[in-house]
């Protein structure tokens, strides 16, 4: 069965808000641009750029609103150019939940002048935003028929979700592991971790022990990426890792221990590179959130563009340990750097330079060029293996798992968009938040921010 899912930017939805919904109990109409995915169970709609139509240019009531679609025409004509979708969103500021007989009116009318713009059969949307914030809508196929949305979504400082499904009356009888979860964040954030499907890329140091909570907090979906098996060094950190392991794919090891343990997460793997599996690529788009758990520049970049063309909240965890001689440690930090669409991300914020994304990168596809070239000094070197130590890893872990719930039921006294990196120094004892707002933004990240599908694929020629 096909599933139809809408994934909003941030800022989108807060300006949707505020116009939707100005406080003198009329409805108020916008319209928006959206990139597309689909695959064979998944059609998803990504809010890419927003037109708020004036409330002066339309005749507004508590329960109807008309207005002319000749502003909207841009948007249709791009409709046809590059395969968007298209949605109008209007509000019920009286709180009706449900599409009334003159919303099933207009709908006919509107969409059917958007597939007269454009050759496919792909779909367009019609949403409704409550009082509360909360949305909801359907889907319209190019013959008029209409089926629910099944998710829809904002990715920003928290992560808001809204399911077709509604909420159950309850997991806590029959999922008794869970208890103390319940008692912690609550039914509903319980509920809502149930329905999450999340990507680990990554399934080592700090990748393993995500893994491990993500399951036994009840996520209802993983989908595990790492291309290398495991090595008989890699037992020092890997989470079940056994001698008798070595030589095994990490993802089947890790997947087969949490698959016995027996908590109902369904699990998918991919013994892949991210750059050489475009079915790996694929579903991880399909995920609500995604853990970056990598210490290659090259693979980090790669997740950073497919979470912001995708509309998927980010969460980047790295470690860093130096060795000094003789056994001493001269620098041990990690961080967790949450990133969302549209905003900073990982090269503004200066983890890693765009020398050094080149380096990596031609190391990766064209070793013995790299190797050349930095004989001649034209590069620098690049790290290849680095100390390992399960104990600064698993601390990373625990952040970085603690702050993703941060987003999803936010529980600490400073608003959630104070943490987008937070930072532990072992040696001198001490953790760092840094907000939001005190990095740049990327304008090309702003750019392409939901335009999904496009050719070549991310923008990156050798990924086509």
């Known amino acids: 069965m096909q599933q139809f899912q809408l994934r909003l930017l941030e800022r989108h939805y807060e300006d949707l808000r505020k116009h939707l919904l100005p406080g003198d109990g009329k409805e108020a109409v916008a319209v928006i641009l959206c990139g597309r995915h689909e695959d064979a169970g998944r059609s998803i709609l990504l809010g890419h750029e927003l037109m708020l139509i004036p409330h002066a240019e339309c005749e507004r009531d ?51 002048a958007a597939f007269s713009w454009s050759e496919t059969d792909s779909v367009n949307a019609s949403l409704i935003m409550l009082p509360d914030g909360k949305i909801f809508g359907r889907v319209f196929s190019r013959d008029m028929q209409c089926m629910p949305i099944d998710r829809i979504s904002v990715a920003g400082s928290l992560v808001k979700m809204w399911n077709h499904s509604g909420e159950e009356s309850s997991h806590a009888a029959g999922d008794e592991f869970a208890l103390r979860t319940i008692q912690a964040f609550g039914e509903g954030t319980y509920r809502q971790l149930k329905k999450l499907r999340i990507g680990v890329v990554g399934c080592s140091g700090t990748g393993s022990p995500v893994i491990e909570q993500l399951v036994r907090l009840g996520v209802g979906e993983l989908v595990l990426v790492d291309p290398d098996p495991i090595e008989l060094k890699n037992l020092n950190r890997i989470l079940n890792s056994r001698k008798t392991d070595v030589g095994k794919d990490k993802v089947d090891v890790l997947a087969a221990a949490m698959e016995a343990i027996d908590l109902g997460t369904v699990i998918t793997v991919y013994p892949k590179s991210l750059f050489e599996s475009r079915k790996a690529l694929e579903d991880l788009i399909g995920c609500d959130l995604i853990f970056g758990c990598m210490d290659s520049v090259d693979g980090r970049n790669l997740l950073s563009r497919l979470t912001n063309f995708y509309l998927i909240p980010y969460f980047d965890l790295g470690v860093r340990l130096i060795a000094g001689e003789g056994g001493s440690v001269k620098t041990v930090v990690g961080s967790v750097h949450y990133v969302q669409p549209a905003k900073s991300n990982l090269l503004t914020r200066r983890v890693y330079t765009h020398e050094r994304l080149s380096a990596e990168s031609l190391r990766r596809v064209d070793p013995e060029r790299y190797q050349e070239l930095v004989k001649q000094k034209y590069i620098e070197g690049v790290e290849v293996d680095r100390p390992a130590v399960i104990s600064i890893n698993m601390i990373i872990a625990s952040v970085g798992v603690t702050e993703f719930l941060n987003r999803v039921h936010p529980f600490k006294d400073d608003p959630a968009s104070e943490y987008a990196r937070v930072m532990i120094d072992c040696c001198g004892s001490c953790m760092e938040n840094t907000a939001e707002h005190k990095f740049e933004q990327d304008a090309d990240a702003i750019r392409w921010a939901g335009r999904g599908l496009c050719r070549p694929f991310l923008r990156m020629p050798e990924l086509q």
Do not use: L, M
Not at 77 to 104: L, M, Q, T
């Open 62 to 112: 508590r329960n109807f609103i008309k207005w002319k679609t000749t502003r909207v025409v841009p948007f249709f004509e791009r409709v046809e150019k590059d395969n968007f979708a298209i949605v109008k969103i209007h509000s019920h500021p009286g709180g009706y939940s449900e599409f009334s007989e003159i919303d099933d009116q207009s709908d006919a009318a509107f969409f059917s």
